[in-house]
């Protein structure tokens, strides 16, 4: 018998409420295409991403994995002189199977203005269409071209952030996994916002939040099935797909997890936390009393989205010695 969940953070369960008349818990395949069209109206406008002027905007194409195509990044830096600026690459969120490199990207930009930051927002081949390992080569190989490129566009290569929430976290994850493992770029730190790191699906979490809230155990399935087909669940996933499997977590940078206490994702991510610190890591681990996903995007002005986005800036602010 499953346990009963965990209550909503009432600012957050009033905000739910509204948020449910237009967004169901739970997502098929069959309504990707529709899920697709409904998100590209969220786009952020020009003057919205340049923050009044305070960045300069520029969409660049930049070489993708050996044979495959090109990939789009989009650049935020500081108008004006000076270079050497902490860099933040960014992963958008949205299952696997939805999203693009402005998505969620507003948030970064909020803690880039007040460090002063560079931000790198990554576009990656979608799933169904794009199954593992498209997803996180497009990931890496933006990095690559960030760190090789970092002076150019105003930053310090020495000091780059990873960073996404949902399946962004999950990707950031697996980045950090891959630059490890490839002897690629050092990351200075990773952020694991909300992360989707574990294909089995099968935590108490999952189990209890089955049904409620943002992005469920159904819409999980679906996303992790866009992703790896028959593989999901069975013995040969890659810990690159889902880093959960991963079974050595040294020798990764110091990693942000964040999570809400009422969400699918809670248990996983707690648990990649322990195991970052049984591998003699570092880790920060916020585990929010009754946030459902992603509820700091969909509920701003709520008391707990103010203390999470604070705790970010904060950590933020200890990494890079501001």
Request: include cysteine; hydrophobic fraction near 40%; charge should be negative.
């Amino acid at each position: 018998m499953t346990a009963t969940p965990p209550p909503f953070d009432p600012e957050l369960a009033a905000a739910l409420e509204v948020l449910a008349e237009s967004l169901p818990s739970s997502f098929t395949l069959d309504g990707i295409a529709e899920l697709r069209q409904g998100l590209a109206l969220l786009d952020l406008p020009e003057e919205s991403l340049s923050r009044e002027g305070f960045f300069e905007v520029e969409d660049r194409a930049v070489p993708g994995p050996r044979g495959a195509p090109d990939i789009s990044l989009l650049i935020c830096r500081p108008a004006g002189s000076g270079g050497g600026r902490p860099v933040i690459y960014h992963t958008h969120g949205g299952g696997m199977i939805l999203g693009n490199n402005r998505i969620g990207v507003d948030l970064v930009l909020d803690w880039a203005r007040e460090l002063d930051a560079v931000v790198v927002s990554v576009e990656y081949r979608l799933a169904p269409e794009h199954p593992h390992p498209a997803p996180v080569e497009d990931v890496y190989a933006g990095l690559l071209w960030t760190a090789e490129h970092a002076k150019e566009i105003g930053g310090d290569p020495e000091r780059i952030v990873i960073a996404g929430a949902s399946a962004g976290g999950g990707l950031t994850a697996a980045l950090a996994l891959l630059a490890r493992d490839r002897g690629g770029p050092r990351p200075l730190g990773q952020m694991l916002m909300c992360p989707m790191l574990d294909d089995r699906n099968d935590t108490p979490s999952a189990h209890q939040m089955a049904g409620l809230g943002v992005w469920d155990r159904a819409s999980n399935e679906t996303g992790w099935t866009a992703l790896l087909g028959g593989l999901r669940g069975g013995p040969d996933v890659s810990p690159y797909a889902s880093p959960a499997r991963a079974e050595d977590l040294s020798g990764l940078p110091p990693a942000l997890l964040d999570v809400g206490s009422a969400e699918t994702f809670r248990d996983e991510t707690v648990a990649y936390a322990s195991r970052i610190w049984q591998a003699g890591g570092v880790a920060e681990l916020h585990v929010w009393a009754g946030g459902f996903h992603g509820y700091e995007g969909f509920a701003p002005q709520a008391a707990v989205s103010q203390a999470t986005v604070g705790a970010r800036l904060a950590w933020l602010r200890r990494l890079l010695g501001e």
